[in-house]
């Protein structure tokens, strides 16, 4: 089954959706398929985090720059690219393509489309954003395949469409030996400079967005210091929200004590030098950074959210809680305080990502969507 599917993503950093695309190319390639993978940003943007870390890794890539919104135009020209390319199968990563492949999309002939949904974050009512999220879910009745990283993102779903045949569950997968390989690399001085005037690291990762919750963490962690004063906090990650966050530290008085260390493009390298990775998500999908935790043996503290109670097994391999603000202080100290029991966890979700989250099934399975998209 030698085919030319294209992935197509508009992203900023490199989270989440981002690192799973580039290791599903990865072993797209090594299955004999001819994936390629399609980056959109603004004007005057030279290199994405994505299009860095995908040269690095030598996987295909075609960068394209256009202007934001529902550019009509650009669009009938990207259409006219893949013709030109010869793709055989689309594949998006996020509503902005779902949206104009959706509402423009015109090709020379019949091109399957396949959509992941890697999470869904709420925006305002009447906001551009909130405009984006109707859109999306109104194109998605449209799309021959929709894949969702987690069976609990079904309730995110138009009713008509949750249980349609169209509709797959196909967990994230990470190839742990580049993530292995990955957390023995550098990670940036600033950082590494805190992590050694600290003990115990709690880490956290992502996007500096509301749905994260990152303002609740620090106040989290200001009560944990009570019971570990040299503890310290690392959040990597960057976003809207960085100026409040980092008023939010001073108000604290925990300058010294917390830091804000930007995007890291390697997060593994950082995680095998902090002790706990709390995720104090909102809602999430299938997050990579607890699959990357997994793989270092990292211990996991996490709201009860999206996926992630059924890859930690209901507090199994991690420790789940379902209220920030009344419980992540104590699921933390008893992390920190039992370390035997975390060891036990972490080697649990060690074995479960290495017998069912790895990158090669994640492929096999999308490949099985691909060929009934094509057949459909």
């Avoid at 290199?47 to 394209?64: F, V």
């Avoid at 989290?220 to 960057?238: H, M, N, S, T, W």
């Avoid at 493009?265 to 998500?281: D, E, F, Q, Y």
Wanted: net charge neutral; hydrophobic share 45%; with cysteine.
């Amino acid at each position: 089954m030698r085919f030319r599917v294209l992935h197509l993503i508009d992203s900023g950093g490199l989270y989440g959706a981002e690192r799973m695309l580039l290791a599903l190319v990865e072993a797209q390639q090594e299955l004999g398929l001819k994936p390629m993978i399609f980056s959109v940003g603004e004007p005057g943007i030279e290199e994405k985090a994505i299009e860095k870390e995908a040269d690095r890794l030598g996987l295909p890539l075609k960068t394209w720059r256009m202007k934001p919104g529902l550019n009509r135009d650009e669009t009938l020209r990207i259409c006219q690219w893949v013709d030109e390319w010869g793709a055989d199968l689309l594949h998006s990563h996020g509503y902005k393509f779902n949206i104009l492949l959706g509402l423009f999309g015109r090709f020379n002939k019949e091109i399957p489309f396949v959509a992941t949904l890697h999470g869904y974050v709420h925006a305002a009512m009447f906001t551009r954003m909130w405009v984006y999220e109707k859109l999306d879910r109104l194109v998605l009745r449209r799309i021959n395949a929709v894949v969702l990283v987690g069976e609990a993102m079904r309730k995110e779903l138009p009713r008509a469409l949750r249980y349609s045949e169209k509709v797959s569950v196909i967990r994230n997968g990470l190839k742990v030996e580049s993530v292995l390989q990955n957390a023995k690399g550098p990670i940036p001085e600033e950082v590494d400079a805190f992590i050694f005037g600290h003990k115990p690291v709690i880490l956290g990762v992502g996007r500096l967005s509301s749905e994260k919750q990152f303002g609740k963490l620090i106040l989290c962690f200001e009560k944990l210091r009570q019971r570990f004063p040299k503890a310290g906090l690392v959040i990597a990650g960057d976003g809207y929200l960085r100026e409040k966050l980092e008023q939010r530290v001073s108000e604290c008085a925990l300058d010294k004590h917390v830091l804000l260390a930007g995007y890291c493009p390697n997060t593994p390298a950082i995680m095998a030098k902090s002790n706990v990775l709390a995720i104090s998500s909102a809602t999430e999908g299938l997050p990579i950074t607890l699959l990357e935790a997994m793989a270092l043996r990292l211990p996991v503290v996490s709201t009860s959210v999206g996926e992630i109670p059924e890859v930690l097994e209901n507090g199994v391999n991690g420790v789940l809680v379902t209220n920030v603000e009344e419980e992540l202080v104590e699921a933390m100290e008893k992390v920190l305080s039992d370390s035997n029991a975390a060891r036990e966890r972490s080697e649990r979700a060690n074995k479960k990502l290495a017998g069912e989250l790895s990158a090669q099934a994640m492929a096999e399975q999308y490949s099985a969507v691909y060929k009934r998209a094509l057949a459909s």
